[in-house]
């Protein structure tokens, strides 16, 4: 979205010069707010901490097919609070009683932090 705008924003200057901005115009920017999508990330960590490493992720966008996506082969983020730094907020922390505490490394994905982001 914020690319459309931008571009918007380039094309209305330019308008706005040569006197030809129209009422058109500002509702096409009205439209471009109002698609709004919700981004949705899944990050599992190797612990609770939030500055864990990162085990493994899932992008869900919905303007791509329905599957989960990796947006590539290394992590998008080192961590889920460095996810956070870049906009992301924290839907659902993993819920600690379903782990068992030992002193082993555990043998599932990780700690599933949902993280959500409104593009």
């Known amino acids: ?5 931008k571009q918007w924003l380039d094309t209305c200057r330019e308008k706005h010069q040569e006197g030809e901005l129209t009422d058109g115009d500002f509702l096409r920017l009205e439209s471009l707010l109002a698609e709004r999508k919700q981004m949705v990330l ?4 190797k612990s609770t901490n939030m500055r864990s490493p990162i085990a493994s992720w899932a992008l ?10 990796l947006p590539s082969q290394e992590t998008p983020y080192a961590s889920v ?10 839907v659902q922390f993993p819920i600690s ?14 700690y599933e932090f949902i993280l959500e982001k409104w593009t």
């Open 1 to 5: 979205m914020k690319t459309a705008i």
């Open 42 to 45: 899944y990050l599992y960590s």
């Open 81 to 90: 609070i460095e996810a956070v730094c870049d906009g992301w907020r924290i």
């Open 97 to 110: 009683k379903l782990y068992r505490f030992s002193d082993i490394d555990n043998a599932y994905l990780g």
């Open 60 to 69: 869900y966008d919905p303007t791509k097919p329905d599957e989960p996506t």
